[in-house]
């Protein structure tokens, strides 16, 4: 049986985040010698290279390696959880929250504001980007969980729905659509659309658009909801976003914006909480989900009614 330390899981747990031995040695307090040596033991106690050590190359974790990496980073999880259950104290600690960048400002805000009233010795590290970034960070670790759209996730997710939300079409007050109580794709067809490019929502307009035997007429693709919307308000096109709850139709330069349901639906799906299946969600990681559905849940279609309400009481 190998036998080795937390603490050596620990050190070797937090390579993947440095390119060079000296590097992670200066991070962990270490002197750069003590952490190879660390590193050696490792490696003769499970019998496999887990590392390849160069000075003009750097710092290289193999396959197993990274593999290894991911695991230590599980059992140091759990060991900590092991700890806190025998304290039987509160929720404490730190929980590492994921958030696609299209949505973040309606969720976020709304998690840091009240989950930290109930939980106040849990502190909550929040990371935003797209699936490309999101993804991999909770497959090595670096995420506990993350708040994404229900859309093209590849398989090996645990997931629990917060809400739900549909593609909406995003128009100036004066656009000739926004008197209507809803619109149709196809009317949107022939208009200049700013495309919001990210995934998964650019595939998701194609697709809908596809759905109906139409093509969108992009005048332009934007990396930014709220370009998306800065864009619309000066009635330059219109855009399709998916419903957000805590969303007021108004652009960032403050210019009223007109937010229709689409008719027929194009797109209806869940913002969900995700995690890999093969790994367990901390208690605190669980309470931080259990705030977002409490907070969040059902509000994705209530928000919607509201602002474009609130849309049609501008114009």
């Known amino acids: ?99 696609f960048a299209s949505f973040a400002t309606s969720v976020i805000p709304e998690i840091l504001d009240g989950f930290p009233r109930r939980y106040p010795e849990v502190s909550v590290e929040v990371t935003v980007g797209t699936e490309e970034e999101l993804l991999p960070a909770l497959e090595s670790g670096q995420l506990d969980v993350a708040v994404v759209y229900d859309m093209f996730l590849p398989l090996g997710y645990a997931q629990r729905e917060i809400y739900a939300t549909e593609l909406e079409a995003v128009l100036h007050p004066e656009h ?13 067809a022939g208009e200049p659309l700013v495309m919001y490019d990210s995934s998964p929502s650019i595939t998701n307009t194609h697709r809908a658009f596809a759905a109906r035997g139409l093509r969108p007429t992009v005048l332009t693709s934007v990396p930014q909801v709220i370009l998306v919307q800065a864009l619309v308000g000066r009635g330059l096109g219109y855009g399709l976003l998916m419903s957000r709850p805590n969303s007021a139709p108004v652009s960032v330069e403050g210019r009223p914006l007109a937010v229709r349901p689409l008719r027929p639906s194009a797109t209806r799906t869940h913002v969900v909480a995700i995690w890999p299946e093969d790994m367990s969600l901390s208690p605190r990681a669980e309470a931080l989900v259990d705030y977002a559905v409490e907070a969040l849940g059902g509000r994705g279609e209530a928000g919607r009614g509201a602002h474009t309400a609130a849309g049609a009481a501008r114009e």
């Open 176 to 188: 000739p659509l926004a008197g209507k109580d809803s619109v149709d794709l196809a009317d949107l």
């Open 1 to 99: 049986m190998a036998e080795f330390t937390l603490r050596q899981l620990e050190l070797f747990s937090a390579l993947p985040d440095f390119t060079t031995l000296s590097a992670a040695a200066e991070r962990l307090h270490i002197s750069e010698s003590a952490l190879s040596q660390a590193i050696t033991s490792l490696e003769k106690a499970v019998g496999v290279q887990l590392c390849v050590r160069r000075k003009a190359r750097g710092l290289q974790l193999t396959p197993a390696g990274q593999h290894f990496a991911v695991r230590a980073r599980g059992i140091l999880r759990d060991s900590q959880e092991l700890a806190f259950e025998l304290q039987g104290g509160a929720l404490r600690g730190p929980v590492r929250l994921g958030c």
